[in-house]
Every structure is written in C-alpha cells, then in structure tokens.
C-alpha cells in the first residue's frame, strides 16, 4: 500500500527561480497538510486542506508561497521567487476526518543558493 | 494559543539505559496528544497516542500518560536500543476537532551502544 508520495526529493535551484513541490496523499485521505522543517524553526504547519479546500494557511509565510489541491489525489506548494532563507525539508501528509493519525511523505529537501 | 514545550536535545545514552523525554502543553479545553518520531532521512510517524486525561499510550515499549492536574505527557522507555536513535516530537490535537497538530520542537535521541 502506497503511502504519500513526494517529488522531487532533491531540489537544488538558484534565488529567484520558481520551485514546485508535489504531493500525492494516499488514496482516502481528506485531509492534507504542508509543513516546513528547519534548524531554526523547527516544524511548522504552512496550510492543510480539508476536502481539498484550504482551511488555515496562516503558516504561509508570504505571498511568494501559494498551495493547491486541484483534486483528491494531487497538491503542490509553490515558491516563487525562491530565496535562500526558503532552503529546508517540506513534508506533505495525509490523514482522515475521522482519525487523528498524520502520514507524512519522506520529504523533499529545497536548497535555494 | 496552544502550545507544547519538549525538554531541549540533543539526549545521549547507553544502551538498556532507562529513558525520559518531558513534554508539557498548553491548551483550552482537553486536546489529543501524540508522541511522533522522525528517524533520519525520513518524515514524522505516529508512536503513540491518548486522547483523554489518565489515558496511557503505549508502542515498542515506549510509554507516556496523559496527565492533566501536570499538563503532562512524557515519554519513558525502560530500555533504549541503538535503534530508538531519531527525533522525538510532542504534538497536540484540539478538543474543538480542528485537523492540524501543534508539534514541539522535537529532541533529538543518540544511543550509544
């Protein structure tokens, strides 16, 4: 049984280019959940969708970042333009309304130089 | 808001050697709480959980209750192995049904064998 996929899982890009992170979360989920990992910070929720509708994106931390969930099985967070400050490991996971387990995807680790 | 604090990392010990992780919440109401852990090169997965007060959670012979009069939820092994080596995060459900976590700052676990 497939669990959430994410591509790539290396990103290496240059500041100012647009990167796009891809998220499948497992076939039933309902809900699906953006966080970023960093030294610094930690792990912080960016936005979760519900049903593919955006619930809280309160974590979004400006406008340079956007997510999307056109259909049940595909998500992608958006940077553009990338900075150097936006370099960490974002994780997608996937759970359902009725249980409170998360499953997190292996990662894509962003390097913006 | 809510919040959750983890005694700081990183933690070393020798193996079999008996371990604590401290986890302590700030929440209205009576959230969920999980203990997730990160093994490297790798997302979150759930470890265990409890969703009411006195509730204990138990996996792989980790530990931790649910202890409200303290706020508590710390974590306890009797006996570590290298392979327990990996990040640890406390994390919170709120009572009020909203889907999204809110993680600790995670400590980071290194057995020596």
């Known amino acids: 049984d497939a669990g959430v996929i994410q591509s790539p899982r290396h990103e290496v890009t240059e500041m100012g280019q647009e990167v796009t992170l891809r998220c499948k979360p497992i076939?039933?989920?309902?809900?699906l959940f953006w966080y970023r990992q960093t030294m610094m910070r930690g792990l912080e929720l960016l936005i979760y969708?519900?049903?593919?509708?955006?619930?809280?994106d309160s974590g979004m931390p400006e406008d340079r970042f956007s997510a999307k969930m056109p259909n049940a099985s595909f998500s992608t967070l958006k940077i553009q333009p990338s900075e150097p400050r936006d370099s960490a490991v974002y994780f997608c996971a996937s759970s359902t309304s009725e249980s409170y387990e998360q499953y997190f995807g292996p990662g894509t680790r962003l390097t913006v130089t | 808001g809510d919040s959750v604090t983890q005694m700081e990392g990183p933690v070393t010990l020798s193996e079999e050697a008996f371990l604590t992780i401290n986890c302590t919440y700030t929440a209205t109401g009576y959230p969920s709480l999980f203990w997730y852990v990160q093994y490297p090169g790798e997302g979150l997965q759930l470890l265990l959980k409890?969703?009411?007060?006195?509730d204990k959670g138990s996996n792989k012979g980790f530990e931790a209750t649910y202890r409200k009069e303290t706020t508590s939820f710390h974590l306890e092994k009797g006996s570590v192995q290298v392979s327990d080596s990996a990040v640890y995060f406390c994390?919170?459900?709120?009572?009020?049904?909203?889907?999204?976590?809110?993680f600790g700052q995670g400590t980071r676990l290194t057995i020596n064998p």
């Open positions: 409890a969703t009411k007060a006195d």
């Open positions: 994390a919170l459900r709120d009572f009020q049904g909203a889907q999204k976590l809110v």
């Open positions: 076939s039933g989920h309902n809900s």
């Open positions: 969708f519900n049903n593919n509708v955006p619930i809280d």
